[in-house]
């Protein structure tokens, strides 16, 4: 049951693989492009972060992935299957918590989604209850959300998306609420959970040094709208190495990748610490 692998995927290529992915939305005011022609592949257990200045279309391409939005060109597929309608492998995280229905406990809003996916309630509770202790929430299953801190909420909503078993999390902005102490417990928490379980994940921030720690890899989007800008491997900071000097030499250059347009980025290498440069 709950201690099944998150993923179950053809074990060659790309579990997610974007290609040439516009989007666009069509309004009162006119249509409005939120990304260009944008690739990008994601492989099993990584940790792939989105990383723009606000409005290039990061959460777009999140909803996208999500089954939510339609690409006005290009295509996504995961595992090899054309993405045309939200499924239960992929699973959005919002940092709007309090979406938690206030009336259902912490478990019953656990356990609202596998029900609803057709989950025997003996197996639900089990897996709610399986996923509340992997998050250190298991003492509070029976508290309604309005009792809960910020980041015990967010906590609650990964359980609720890890029980689900999804191949994917997709994660928008979901510590960008929470004050500076309780994100980077997030982000520890995060990181304890991927190094126990090895989910695949794709993360969405607008916050470098967030994008830095929580990732292992990183696309860089231009602002509005949103194209590849570079692509990064990030894999050997975390939060330990927060302040160290190769962390802040990373973060002023996807700084100046990221803001200014004269900066001119050194062609892509092999080597796991490269940029390597779209456009
Ligand atoms: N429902 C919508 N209708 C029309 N335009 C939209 C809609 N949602 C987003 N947009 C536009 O699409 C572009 C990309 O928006 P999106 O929210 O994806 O950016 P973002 O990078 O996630 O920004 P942020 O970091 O501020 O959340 C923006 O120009 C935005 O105004």
């Not at 999500?66 to 959005?92: K, N």
């Amino acid at each position: 049951m709950s201690t099944l692998p998150l993923q179950v995927v053809p074990p060659q290529g790309p579990l997610l693989r974007a290609e040439h992915v516009t989007l666009e939305y069509t309004g009162a005011q006119g249509v409005v492009r939120a990304t260009d022609d944008v690739s990008f592949e994601v492989h099993r257990g990584d940790r792939f972060v989105l990383l723009g200045p606000s409005g290039c279309g990061k959460s777009t391409l999140l909803k996208a992935v999500g089954g939510f939005i339609t690409p006005r060109a290009g295509s996504l597929r995961l595992a090899g299957r054309p993405i045309t309608a939200p499924g239960p492998d992929r699973i959005v995280v919002f940092q709007e918590f309090d979406q938690l229905p206030p009336w259902k406990t912490v478990e019953s809003n656990v356990m609202f989604p596998l029900l609803a996916g057709g989950v025997k309630k003996p197996e639900a509770r089990e897996r709610a209850r399986h996923w509340l202790g992997k998050v250190g929430l298991a003492r509070f299953a029976d508290a309604y959300p309005h009792t809960l801190s910020g980041g015990m909420k967010a906590r609650v909503a990964i359980a609720r998306a890890l029980a689900m078993q999804p191949e994917i999390l997709l994660m928008d902005e979901p510590f960008a609420a929470l004050d500076a102490l309780t994100r980077r417990t997030m982000q520890e928490q995060l990181q304890s959970l991927w190094e126990e379980i090895g989910f695949t994940m794709l993360f969405v921030t607008h916050s470098i040094e967030e994008a830095l720690v929580v990732g292992n890899r990183i696309l860089l989007l231009s602002p509005h709208p949103g194209r590849v800008r570079a692509e990064l491997n990030s894999h050997q900071f975390d939060l330990k190495s927060a302040g160290s000097p190769e962390f802040q030499a990373a973060n002023e250059r996807i700084h100046r990748l990221l803001f200014d347009p004269s900066h001119v980025a050194p062609a892509p290498q092999p080597a796991p610490h490269a940029f390597a440069v779209h456009s």
